[in-house]
């Protein structure tokens, strides 16, 4: 299993160079270089690369250009090698979770140009159910598994309706993205370095966070696609 995260909350135009690279060399070649290193053993074993990646594959938001722009980029890398494993015959899968909004310790972490404490887009769900889901889909490989009613509707908004999700993130795309909070743009954040301690597996928002997914649970019991 592969996931890695870094991000800059900022508009395209206030992105800097060095911040864009890092994000890709941290969530793209990061990822990457882990496919590369366990190829060899998957194709002995017969295995199956899952990556954890996010609906924002599909829809890019405002403030998060970089992020999204590298799970995007994951999901094309691994659409072209999953053909190649078939038809290389090896029985490789490749599976990638598409996650909504989990209540992790990331937003905390994260750099911003916003002034203000960032939040995940609600639905916003506790980590747990997102790990039932992925650990099912390690065992059970699927092709993509949208992870929350939050992803499925974004995934199934942005192939129906896109200027639909244009006209909705004009209006609510900023404020949907911050607490409201203010919070100094040059507070510590994990970039370009570590932050020190364990935060551990959940964020600020567990009052606010759902502990199950009963689209997910639904989707599961479908046949594997």
């Not at 909504?100 to 990331?106: D, K, L, M, S, V």
């Not at 639909?164 to 909070?181: F, I, K, P």
Request: aromatic share 10%; glycine share 8%.
């Amino acid at each position: 299993m592969a996931n890695a995260i870094v991000t800059v909350y900022s508009e395209v135009d206030r992105l800097e160079e060095d911040e864009l690279r890092r994000v890709f060399d941290v969530n793209f070649f990061g990822v990457v270089h882990g496919y590369w290193a366990a190829l060899p053993h998957l194709r002995a074993s017969r295995g199956t690369f899952l990556h954890v990646n996010s609906a924002l594959s599909y829809r890019g938001i405002p403030l998060q250009a970089a992020y999204c722009s590298s799970k995007a980029a994951l999901r094309a890398f691994f659409e072209s090698a999953r053909v190649e494993e078939q038809k290389a015959g090896t029985s490789v899968d490749i599976s990638l979770v598409l996650s909504g909004a989990i209540n992790t310790p990331q937003f905390d972490r994260d750099r911003q140009k916003i002034g203000f404490q960032p939040q995940p887009v609600s639905p916003i769900y506790q980590p747990e159910p997102f790990a039932d889901a992925t650990l099912h889909c390690a065992e059970h490989p699927i092709r993509e598994l949208p992870i929350s009613w939050g992803a499925q509707k974004l995934l199934w908004g942005q192939k129906l309706a896109p200027r639909v999700g244009d006209w909705v993130l004009r209006r609510n795309g900023w404020e949907s993205q911050h607490t409201g909070v203010r919070k100094a743009v040059d507070s510590p954040d994990i970039l370009f370095d570590t932050l020190p301690g364990d935060p551990g597996a959940h964020g600020r928002f567990d009052a606010r966070s759902r502990g199950s997914t009963l689209w997910t649970r639904l989707r599961l019991m479908l046949p594997k696609g």
